[in-house]
T-cell receptor, first 113, second 111 residues
Framework: ETGVTQSPTHLIKTRGQQVTLRCSSQ?????VSWYQQALGQGPQFIFQ???????GRGNFPPRFSGLQFPNYSSELNVNALELDDSALYLC????????????FGQGTRLTVV | ELKVEQNPLFLSMQEGKNYTIYCNYS?????LYWYRQDPGKSLESLFV?????AVKQEGRLMASLDTKARLSTLHITAAVHDLSATYFC???????????FGKGTSLLVTP
């Protein structure tokens, strides 16, 4: 049990729709990262937020965006959903910027049809 | 960009046998991580290796790091069925805030 919780656990959306995924980070952790894990692949880094600002970004298009709130919880928003966006989305809580040790939540399984 | 390669990608082994999973990475990485993932589940942290020559053991699993060779290994001793899972290694990216994962090694331990 890492203390990182994500909601919802499962979600089905239609191509072209928008989706918001939520994450509550582990107590005392002020940095949150998001990863996308396609079936049979390793997780791919989407972006990281520290103190409510984006602190780094992977190779994902702008339709992937995020927010971090003062209580360090976070949202991942994906616009104009594509079939290839179907994946497990993992939120990871970090102790602080520059320290990449990550504690992962249980993930949100997104299916785009 | 840090690239991480694991091998083998699939491993079927009998209970009681020993085996090693290899993780090579392309550029300098300050830390090397091993995670376990059960089907449909999240990632469970197994080991964090911080320096050259680091060795950590937990139960039947032992991880080591050779930064000069850019190689980490995960050794399984006397495998049991409960170890069946996918194992990922990951390194720090050059940016310092992202983890770069390998494709994972899917391990099946059979009677």
């Amino acid at each position: 049990e890492t203390g990182v919780t994500q909601s919802p656990t499962h979600l089905i959306k239609t191509r072209g729709q928008q989706v918001t995924l939520r994450c509550s980070s582990q107590s005392g952790h002020n940095t949150v990262s998001w990863y996308q894990q396609a079936l049979g692949q390793g997780p791919q880094f989407i972006f990281q937020y520290y103190r409510e600002e984006e602190n780094g970004r992977g190779n994902f298009p702008p339709r992937f965006s995020g927010l971090q709130f003062p209580n360090y919880s976070s949202e991942l928003n994906v616009n104009a959903l594509e079939l290839d966006d179907s994946a497990l989305y993992l939120c990871a809580s970090n102790p602080g910027t520059g320290k990449t040790e990550a504690f992962f939540g249980q993930g949100t399984r997104l299916t785009v049809v | 960009e840090l690239k991480v390669e694991q091998n083998p990608l699939f491993l079927s082994m009998q209970e009681g046998k020993n085996y090693t999973i290899y993780c090579n990475y392309s550029t300098t990485s300050d830390r090397l991580y091993w995670y376990r993932q059960d089907p449909g589940k999240s990632l469970e942290s197994l080991f964090v290796l911080l320096s050259n020559g680091a060795v950590k053991q937990e139960g039947r699993l032992m991880a080591s790091l050779d930064t000069k060779a850019r190689l980490s290994t995960l050794h399984i001793t006397a495998a049991v069925h409960d170890l069946s899972a996918t194992y990922f290694c990951a390194g720090d990216s050059n940016s310092g805030y992202a983890l770069n994962f390998g494709k994972g090694t899917s391990l099946l331990v059979t009677p």
